[in-house]
């Protein structure tokens, strides 16, 4: 560790990071969009080791050594700044986004530990915002996700010289996400595993066209948001990962209602035009699986139970605050 650029003990780093939902059905891998559900994290200096207090989803299945990915990402911070190891800590987290739905939790936990490892460093030693993007990127593999955490709003993201690039976009006020989080996991390996290597010319086509009318429908045509969430790239694919949520997007779907596979699933998610669209929603989703529990039932079948809330889209992404005592 370099002492001289690293802020000193008793120094504490609080962040704020939404959730946010990859690919919004056609965009696969390029678009993301920020959700309004939140992880917190206080990362405090102190003297020497690694301390953690953990609380919410997920608190009791993640390591509580350097493996922790807030804490991975903290050093890959360090390590692009030329700075050494990491210096003690001790790690406060609160979580409220789910793992392994398709709500960009581990995004959540990259932009996290990047922003607050970042904060430390002295002014001459900070990352800038390029650089970040680029850090956060490498460590989730994408920039889908990590973009809307750290911006807010809806992020395009593509590749280019080798770097990493994501273009912020204004949400339309009228778009409402309404998810329905079921309580079973699919990792995002599985879910990337089951798609093929090529698709047909025509295919490629149509989801093109539809995630440059996404971009409208999000920003000023929300009218537009059921043609626009309609995708052939991945979610047919992933479809036999996931029967119950695919089965619960489909009958939304036929409703009218702009339903997609939240990122790599299992939650479905659903753009709403308005608070009376969303409404709407929500009674559909509490019937359909109300009538999905009674068929499992029937045929002694295991059900799901669906967690279901009306979130919002964030204009704004992460925020850091520093204290020293």
């Known amino acids: 560790m370099n002492e001289q650029v690293v802020a000193a003990p008793g120094t504490s780093v609080s962040v704020r990071v939404p959730g946010s939902t990859g690919n919004v059905g056609p ?20 003297e020497s080791g690694l301390e953690f207090e953990l609380t919410g989803e997920g608190s009791e299945n993640v390591p509580q050594t350097a493996d922790h990915l807030v804490v991975r990402s903290m050093q890959a911070v360090f390590d692009a700044a030329g700075a050494g190891s990491l210096p003690g800590l001790r790690l406060k987290a609160h979580n409220q986004i789910p793992h392994g739905r398709g709500m960009g939790s581990s995004a959540s936990a990259v932009v996290a530990g ?20 680029q850090v956060c990127s490498h460590l989730e593999g994408h920039p889908d996700n990590v973009a809307p955490t750290l911006y807010g709003g809806l992020t395009v993201s593509f590749e280019q010289n080798g770097e990493f690039v994501s273009v912020p976009v204004h949400v339309h006020e009228n778009v409402i996400p309404i998810v329905a989080i079921p309580d079973f996991e699919v990792a995002t390996s599985v879910a990337r595993g089951l798609l093929p290597d090529t698709v047909a010319h025509r295919t490629a086509a149509v989801t093109a066209g539809r995630a440059a009318l996404l971009v409208e429908a999000l920003s000023n045509r929300p009218e537009y948001l059921l043609p626009a969430t309609f995708d052939l790239l991945h979610q047919p694919y992933r479809a036999q990962a996931m029967g119950p949520s695919f089965e619960l997007m489909t009958r939304l779907r036929e409703r009218g209602f702009a339903a997609l596979i939240s990122g790599a699933g299992p939650t479905v998610l659903t753009l709403a035009n308005g608070p009376e669209a969303a409404e709407q929603v929500v009674a559909a989703i509490d019937e359909i699986t109300a009538d999905a529990d009674s068929a499992a039932h029937t045929h002694n079948s295991e059900d799901v139970s669906w967690r279901v809330m009306a979130l919002r889209v964030p204009a704004e992404g992460a925020k850091v605050g520093v204290s020293t005592q």
Not at 34 to 39: E, I, K, Q, V
Not at 118 to 128: E, H, P, Q, V
Request: glycine content about 8%; cysteine-free; charged content about 20%.
């Open 27 to 46: 965009g696969f891998d390029t678009l993301g969009l920020a959700l309004g559900y939140y992880d917190e994290l206080t990362v405090t200096r102190i």
């Open 114 to 133: 990047v922003l607050a490892a970042n904060a430390l460093l002295s002014d001459t030693a900070r990352l800038d915002d390029r650089t970040i993007l």
